[in-house]
């Protein structure tokens, strides 16, 4: 079955820097977009990012431009998020999701941004 | 950025009635592409409707979807126990992708 699975998250000062991971297994990972949404405590859904297949097209949130970077391996069927200057805001559990229409979900990795 | 606008914030129903739920976006959406999410506490969202009035697979006929353009609907036709959570929608046609802000189906 398919399974998306975060890893990554912890707690990190302002202005530091994290990289998650997202492993997929149960579907050719190759064929599908993928994307970073993130949810801050007891707040609404938050699109941050997508990639493309095969890296041609990304494209970010406003609030995180220049700051996160999305990347993908094929290879190994992994998705990344390269989160960088992290300020308190991004504090969050993220997520990433299947597809352009966000089809199939992981369970999310907490990031608390706290000095 | 295309902003997308949930309303009610809050709906207070009794198990058996029927849900409608409004989602308006600030520019007409690519080709219909918008989904409705439902999620619980504690869990990750899923994937109710996809292209504004699909039903993904596995999704109850009583959730249902309808709009184009700028306004669109989510319909649950009679609401079980387990319905009562937040709904969330969001476009995926232009960038950058949003979600409305959510509505809360709370047991009356």
């Known amino acids: 079955q398919v399974q998306l699975v975060e890893s990554g998250g912890g707690l990190v000062k302002p202005g530091g820097s994290l990289k998650l991971s997202c492993a997929a297994s149960?579907?050719?990972?190759?064929?599908?977009?993928m994307s970073w949404i993130r949810q801050a405590p007891g707040k609404g859904l938050e699109w941050v990012s997508y990639i493309s297949t095969t890296t041609t097209y990304t494209n970010y949130a406003d609030s995180v431009k220049g700051r996160f970077t999305i990347s993908r391996d094929n290879a190994k069927n992994l998705l990344y998020l390269q989160m960088n200057s992290l300020g308190a805001g991004d504090t969050a559990v993220y997520f990433c999701?299947?597809?352009?229409?966000?089809?199939?979900w992981g369970q999310g990795t907490l990031v608390t941004v706290s000095s | 950025e295309i902003v997308l606008t949930q309303s009610p914030g809050t709906l207070s129903l009794s198990p058996g009635e029927r849900a409608t739920l409004s989602c308006r976006a600030s520019?007409?959406?690519?080709?219909?592409?918008l989904g409705w999410y439902q999620q619980k506490p504690g869990q990750a969202p899923r994937l109710l409707i996809y292209g504004a009035s699909s039903r993904a697979t596995g999704i109850p006929d009583r959730f249902s979807g309808s709009g184009s353009g700028t306004d669109f609907t989510l319909s649950i036709s009679r609401l079980e126990p387990e319905d009562f959570a937040v709904y969330y929608c969001h476009q995926y046609g232009n960038s950058p992708r949003t979600f409305g802000q959510g509505t809360k189906v709370e047991i009356k």
């Open positions: 999701a299947r597809g352009n229409s966000l089809d199939q």
């Open positions: 520019q007409s959406l690519s080709s219909s592409y």
């Open positions: 149960g579907f050719t990972f190759s064929d599908y977009y």
